[in-house]
């Protein structure tokens, strides 16, 4: 019989809570000790994958131990009480006033902090509405038909900004060769109606800068002919804080005329954890004053577009520790190494005749394909890959490409920081593994598909079950180094 020893000295897997499920529905009507309650959330968590692993996202998995404790200071303090923590605003606002300086505006700095590039889309989006809305009445014309126009790229906020403030998204297709919007491709989708173009610098997909200069040379000669005032927002929620330090020759930002706003995440290669983006404007008169709302709060008049209202202030006070802890030589060092460990990667896996690539070297990520000579016949995909390096730890995404190339499916790693170059050789490693594993078990199952045909009588049974089954078998019943499971 259990004893129900619910006291603080009790031994944590000894206590009752461990015995019991855990709340998932209701709330509990008794509280436990913390080490309990601690302990039981942290073995749930074990089911997590590991973020040094996760190779799918761009959010950054690792910060300095004075960040880290620098955030735990912010974790305290509500950002949006400026009144009472003036000193944070005065970091976020050094913030803004810094990337507004390095993405080349020209005026005062205009922007805010937001939870990530997403919200700061949502306000960018919103900001081109309400200008585009402004002239069209202000000309006495229809204002009731806004659009936007993209890549079928683009990440999912922008089809959420598009639906949530009934703006008409007009999508270009991409192609295989070509998984990016152009300048060609936009052109047909614009009319009087579109608030504004989106060119990606570093997109979802393969990671490629989308010619901004190109489509803003486009935008200007629409703007001539027509009259129009079409203006480009650039999604730089990746290459944001690439470009300005691997490529500042690249023309992409403020010092286009036409380009009225960026968003950056500062949670991606800013290099600071989750929850941390950047919505920046041209000018101050590209944000509308009306979208601005000035808050008496707590005794203090706050301007205040976002979309968030109370939040912590640990992220945007770890951004400026990086700002001010690395300065330009050190990203450009970080990302370099980044970029040596890429390259690496990419060609590790050419290398092994199984891959193409299929991104174009603009920033630490690799994307890549099977290649259909070396696969042959083998009925194994980048979906089955994925799946076997999943056994492995390793989280690496498999997916099909957007609209005007859905048949390509590629995979694709994110070279963060803390990805070394010996993480690689265990990654390509594991992806060799896992090929030899899937091209004997297809030949298994061509196997029992072969005898099922020969002895029609015999017990019908699934080639594929039985194929992994027998695969599995074998392998334990190894002698040596490859006993597993007996000890």
């Known amino acids: ?33 913390a080490n309990v309650a601690y302990q039981l959330v942290k073995d749930e968590l074990l089911l997590d994958g590991n973020p040094s692993m996760n190779l799918a996202s761009f959010v950054t998995t690792y910060m300095e131990p004075e960040a880290e404790d620098l955030m735990l200071v912010g974790l ?119 608030i504004g173009v989106c060119a990606i610098l570093g997109s979802t997909f393969n990671g490629e800068f989308e010619n901004v200069q190109a489509l803003h040379t486009m935008a200007e000669q629409l703007n001539e002919i027509h009259g129009w005032e079409l203006a480009i927002h650039v999604d730089a929620a990746s290459g944001g804080f690439i470009a300005p330090f691997l490529n500042p020759e690249l023309v992409w930002d403020f010092r286009l005329p036409l380009v009225k706003s960026i968003n950056v995440s500062g949670h991606k290669f800013g290099l600071v954890y989750a929850g941390m983006g950047w919505a920046l404007w041209r000018e ?66 050419i290398d092994t005749g199984y891959f193409s690539i299929v991104d174009k070297a603009h920033m630490p990520l690799v994307a890549f394909c099977l290649n259909e000579d070396a696969l042959g016949n083998k009925p194994f995909s980048c979906f089955d890959i994925q799946d076997k390096l999943r056994t492995r730890g390793w989280i690496v995404p498999a997916y099909t490409c957007s609209k005007g190339a859905e048949d390509l499916v590629i995979m694709r790693v994110v070279v963060k920081q803390n990805f070394t170059q010996n993480m690689a050789d265990m990654l390509v490693n594991d992806i060799i593994k896992a090929i030899k594993f899937l091209e004997a078990h297809s030949e298994l199952v061509e196997v029992v598909k072969k005898v099922q045909e020969i002895d029609e009588q015999g017990p019908k049974i699934d080639p594929e079950a039985f194929a992994f089954a027998l695969g599995h078998s074998l392998q334990h019943r190894k002698s040596g180094s490859f006993t597993t499971g007996v000890c």
């Open 76 to 194: 305290k303090k509500n950002y949006i009480d400026m009144d009472q923590y003036p000193q944070t605003a005065e970091i976020h606002n050094r913030c803004v006033a810094i990337l507004s300086n390095l993405f080349h505006a020209p005026g005062k700095a205009t922007g805010t902090g937001c939870v990530g590039s997403s919200e700061a889309i949502m306000l960018a989006g919103l900001a081109l509405k309400r200008k585009w809305r402004d002239r069209r009445l202000a000309a006495g014309l229809p204002a009731d038909k806004p659009n936007m126009v993209f890549g079928s790229n683009v990440q999912v906020c922008w089809h959420k900004m598009c639906k949530y403030f009934e703006i008409e998204p007009r999508e270009a297709d991409v192609s295989p060769d070509e998984l990016v919007l152009t300048a060609e491709r936009a052109r047909p989708l614009i009319d009087e109606n579109t």
């Open 284 to 349: 101050p008169e590209d944000l509308p004053e009306d979208l601005v709302f000035h808050v008496n709060y707590l005794g203090g008049d706050q301007a205040s577009f976002t979309l968030n209202f109370s939040k912590g202030a640990s992220n945007v006070i770890a951004q400026y520790y990086n700002i001010i802890r690395l300065g330009r030589d050190g990203y450009r060092e970080i990302l370099l190494r980044s970029m040596h460990n890429a390259e690496y990667l990419r060609q590790r896996l």
């Open 1 to 33: 019989m259990i004893q129900d020893h619910n006291d603080a000295d009790c031994p944590v897997y000894a206590h009752p809570a461990c015995a019991r499920d855990t709340p998932k529905d209701t709330f509990p009507d008794e509280a436990m000790p």
